[in-house]
T-cell receptor, first 116, second 109 residues
Framework: GAVVSQHPSRVICKSGTSVKIECRSLDFQATTMFWYRQFPKQSLMLMAT?????????EQGVEKDKFLINHASLTLSTLTVTSAHPEDSSFYIC????????????FGPGTRLTVL | GQSLEQPSEVTAVEGAIVQINCTYQ??????LSWYQQHDGGAPTFLSYNALDGLEETGRFSSFLSRSDSYGYLLLQELQMKDSASYFC??????????FGSGTRLQVQP
């Protein structure tokens, strides 16, 4: 099956710093990638839709200036958490849709962010 | 928008059969997917129903009734490793998935 990777898998940073998370589709092209956030014992919540070559679409309540998304190629999307605060500590998961597919999404392994 | 409701917890014994229900309210519904997530891990795809009826994949089966806005995941011959959270998710064409509230399955010896 299709493989999606994320890097880093785990990051600990100080409050006020910025953290970049990469999401790559390894064996397929993804014109659309999605970024989700999951707090402990809760469901996955969509943060934004990343579109290759255009601006990301953010869900209501997600600050686009705080969560910067760049989808510069068909295999890479990045999420940058700017000026991170402890409340941003969460599990961030990306997914990618195969451009040839319909609704099947392939999830990355996730990135656990801890902000001290 | 979409909302998908699931029971929060289900407990069953090894070797048994368990059914996890999912009811949804949505506009522009496209299909129902099921994902498994172990603690600390990312969701892994289990099954997808685009049409009404039953889809079988090994020990797991998934059912969809669009007229009833209802689906379920059936797990047979439960194993300890099946202890995890299970999410139904609704898709609308090219948009992202909306995940249900999740069901935590505890398999006991």
């Amino acid at each position: 099956g299709a493989v999606v990777s994320q890097h880093p898998s785990r990051v600990i940073c100080k409050s006020g710093t910025s953290v970049k998370i990469e999401c790559r589709s390894l064996d397929f092209q993804a014109t659309t990638m999605f970024w989700y956030r999951q707090f402990p014992k809760q469901s996955l919540m969509l943060m934004a839709t990343s579109n290759e070559g255009s601006k990301a679409t953010y869900e209501q309540g997600v600050e686009k200036d705080k969560f910067l998304i760049n989808h510069a190629s068909l295999t890479l999307s990045t999420l940058t958490v700017t000026s991170a605060h402890p409340e941003d500590s969460s599990f961030y998961i990306c997914s990618a849709r195969d451009s040839q597919s319909t609704d099947t999404q392939y999830f990355g392994p996730g990135t656990r962010l801890t902000v001290l | 928008g979409q909302s998908l409701e699931q029971p929060s917890e289900v407990t069953a014994v090894e070797g048994a059969i368990v059914q996890i229900n999912c009811t949804y309210q949505t506009s522009g519904f496209y299909g129902l997917s099921w994902y498994q997530q172990h603690d600390g891990g990312a969701p892994t795809f289990l099954s997808y129903n685009a049409l009404d009826g039953l889809e079988e994949t090994g020990r797991f089966s998934s059912f969809l009734s669009r007229s009833d806005s209802y689906g379920y995941l059936l797990l047979q011959e439960l194993q300890m490793k099946d202890s995890a959270s299970y999410f139904c998710a609704g898709g609308t064409g090219r948009r992202a998935l909306t995940f249900g509230s999740g069901t935590r399955l505890q398999v006991q010896p």
